[in-house]
């Protein structure tokens, strides 16, 4: 069983950073891509941010240039650094992998941004 373990939410003011992190208990080799997602109270989940065993990374618009995803091999983390966060970054983070066996989810982490 693919185990996620989301660390690094919490409540900043906007402007702010905040740095999630998303530890797993997968072989790094069998991993295809690592991500995270939200969703937001009355909101569908959408993408935040994808990179894959390449390293290749993929960003919503409404987060280029102020998150930034990446990988550390070593400590088997995809971390996701948030900069100049907004309120309307406000929204349950998920963490998502995908192997050869299909999708995984972490549990989610609450970031809330509000002065």
């Known amino acids: 069983q693919v185990s996620l373990v989301e660390s690094g939410g919490g409540l900043v003011q906007p402007g702010g950073s905040l740095r999630l992190s998303c530890a797993t208990s997968v072989n790094k080799f069998r991993i295809n891509a690592m991500g995270w997602y939200r969703q937001a109270p009355g909101n569908e989940r959408e993408l935040v941010a994808l990179i894959t065993r390449s390293g290749t990374t993929t960003y919503a618009d409404s987060v280029q240039g102020r998150f930034t995803i990446s990988r550390d091999n070593a400590k088997n983390t995809v971390d996701l650094q948030m900069n100049r966060l907004k309120p309307e970054d406000t929204a349950v983070y998920y963490c998502?992998?995908?192997?050869?066996?299909?999708?995984?989810w972490g549990q989610g982490t609450q970031v809330t941004v509000s002065s």
């Open positions: 998502r992998l995908d192997d050869h066996t299909g999708t995984a």
